[in-house]
């Protein structure tokens, strides 16, 4: 690879003008790894070279202190125009704390937004999540976020999934069964639209992520007064059918902390919990030997054995 013939080639230009001539010394790999060990790999292209970013990672315990947002496309009646949706919504509880329609993308409408959303808001040390695109990153919007004292927080260049929860907030508003199959007539039916569509997705719709609790309940401190409620309706079921019930009831828990891009495996556990599930069975030998029992078949050894690994 030091030759004067080859020392301006990379392994994978070199590894097949070898094979024309009959010779074989090693596959690319192997040349590039000789190459590293030799502190011979660098960047050689007139392009510069790529810049290793941090993952944007931060965690919530409550409501307005994570919030994320983002602008997705409206169509309207021109074909090639848009309307432009602005929401923003918090992490933690999943309410949508601001929203506008615009018919056009500016600093100057996303920092509007941010003003009038964290009215009546200690706003200091909130962090506002995005994406790169100008309305986020603007010279207006930034000094507005200076000013009311949020940190910014911006997704990594070119990875699609680091603002997840906006990301998935669209979809439920693109994919719900209400959603227009005609492109919006005006701006105005656009935000009237809009304005149904949050009145539902904070007041009604039960979130799969926050134990299907409404995203204004979880917001206002109301999930474990209702979520011991409903706890208690299952005891009660479980009290008075005990025959139904192979094992522990139902935990109905919320996630305590939310995680932006959480960073391991344990973070991801941590924040599923048990809030779209059945509590996990502390003794799964006898709930099998139970089920068997209750269906008139002897728990035999065999079942006892593939029960414990339940």
Not at 60 to 82: E, F, K, M
Not at 88 to 117: F, N, Y
Not at 168 to 188: D, H, I, Q
Not at 212 to 221: D, E, I, K, M, V
């Amino acid at each position: 690879m030091n030759s004067p013939e080859f020392r301006g080639l990379p392994p994978t230009q070199v590894v097949p003008i070898l094979a024309d001539r009959g010779e074989y010394i090693g596959s690319e790999s192997t040349i590039y790894r000789v190459l590293r060990q030799e502190a011979q790999v660098a960047h050689w292209q007139r392009s510069r070279p790529p810049t290793p970013r941090k993952k944007p990672r931060h965690e919530a315990d409550g409501p307005n202190q994570l919030w994320s947002w983002d602008i997705t496309y409206l169509h309207s009646a021109v074909r090639g125009n848009y309307y432009y949706l602005y929401l923003m919504l918090d992490v933690w509880s999943r309410k949508i704390v601001g929203w506008e329609v615009h018919s056009a993308q500016s600093a100057e409408h996303a920092a509007a937004l941010v003003e009038e959303a964290t009215k009546g808001l200690e706003a200091v040390g909130l962090v506002l999540h995005a994406d790169n695109g100008g309305p986020m990153k603007g010279a207006t919007m930034l000094s507005t976020l200076q000013r009311l004292g949020v940190i910014p927080s911006f997704s990594r260049p070119q990875v699609s999934d680091d603002n997840p929860f906006s990301e998935a907030a669209f979809r439920t508003l693109k994919y719900r069964p209400g959603y227009p199959v005609n492109p919006f007539a005006s701006l105005e039916e656009a935000r009237a639209w809009i304005a149904s569509f949050v009145a539902w997705y904070n007041e009604d719709h039960r979130h799969s992520g926050i134990a299907f609790l409404t995203p204004a309940q979880r917001h206002a401190g109301q999930g474990p007064e209702i979520l011991a409620r409903r706890r208690a309706v299952y005891e009660e079921a479980k009290t008075a059918n005990p025959n139904r019930w192979a094992c522990s009831t139902r935990a109905w828990k919320e996630p305590d902390r939310v995680f932006l891009n959480p960073n391991d495996q344990v973070d991801t556990l941590e924040q599923k919990g048990q809030a779209n599930g059945p509590a996990v069975d502390p003794n799964p030998t006898a709930s099998m030997s139970r089920r068997l029992a209750l269906a008139g078949q002897p728990a035999r050894d065999a079942d006892r054995r593939s029960a414990a690994y339940v």
